[in-house]
Every structure is written in C-alpha cells, then in structure tokens.
C-alpha cells in the first residue's frame, strides 16, 4: 500500500520515502541495503551506521541523542545527499520533548539542503501534519515471505 501525507514540508525530499516494515525486498527496491555492525564510523562528532557514495545511514534515535551541530549536520547534508534514518523510536515524533524539537531541527537542515530521506520504521509512524516527514510517501507492506528452509546435500 501506498499512501501521500501532504503538509506546508513538500519543498524538499522529492525523492523519498518512509518504509515500513523495511525489509530487505522493500529496501533494495529502493538500491538501499542495511549495513552491518561492522561498517559503524564515525564522521565528526556524528556516528553513523555507514556512510559511502553519497548514502548516509543512521539511527534516528542516536542523531538525535548526539546532538550533531548544526553547521555539522549542514556540512553531512551537503556531502550525503540521501539520509538512511532508522526511526524505531515513535516518541520522538510527537511533543515538545528536547528530542521532539531536535528532530524538527534536523528535518529542517534535510529539507533545506533538498536531501533525499529514507525513513525506515519496523511499525508505522506518526505522519500527521506536525510531522516534518509527512510529505514522504509511505511504502507499507504486508507481505510475509514464504519460510522456504535450508535446502542442500
């Protein structure tokens, strides 16, 4: 199923989604592959997931706990064009949290620098009009791949 939120946030993000559950079908349809523990790095004060050929993968969550700059957080907007956020954390979408307010703030400098978001969630996401997001269409799937076993001699 797919479905548009629009809001006053439609400038940028064009290109992007929020994909749930994000799986590994969902996300290589998009030319995303979620990285291993291994490829962690750091990039400033930021920790990323991994970050190479313009792609930026991220815990939302640990973005936003890490308070990154904003100057940094412009400079890795300028350098990663399209965001990877892993966004298992609902509550940081809503109130007026510290988190809450940083994620509105990180948002902004996406939008503004015209980054392309992924936000992958396990469950759906607040998408209401607060929700700087909103305007990403959703890509939700129901679908349960068959468990096929382990065949071989």
Request: hydrophobic share 40%; glycine share 10%.
């Amino acid at each position: 199923m797919t479905r548009t939120v629009n809001s006053e946030w439609n400038q940028g993000f064009r290109g992007g989604r929020i994909i749930i559950p994000g799986t590994a079908r969902q996300l290589g349809a998009f030319g995303l592959f979620r990285p291993s523990p291994s490829q962690r790095q750091a990039h400033g004060h930021t920790v990323l997931k991994h970050a190479e050929g313009g792609v930026l993968w991220i815990s939302l969550g640990e973005l936003l706990e890490q308070n990154v700059p904003l100057p940094e957080l412009t400079d890795l907007a300028a350098t990663f064009r399209t965001w990877v956020l892993d966004a298992h954390a609902p509550e940081i979408f809503s109130g007026s949290s510290p988190v809450a307010k940083r994620f509105v703030d990180v948002a902004a400098v996406l939008e503004r620098c015209d980054v392309t978001v992924f936000l992958v969630s396990a469950s759906p996401l607040p998408v209401g009009s607060d929700n700087p997001f909103s305007a990403l269409e959703v890509v939700e799937s129901s679908e349960v791949l068959p468990n096929e076993g382990v065949h071989g001699s």
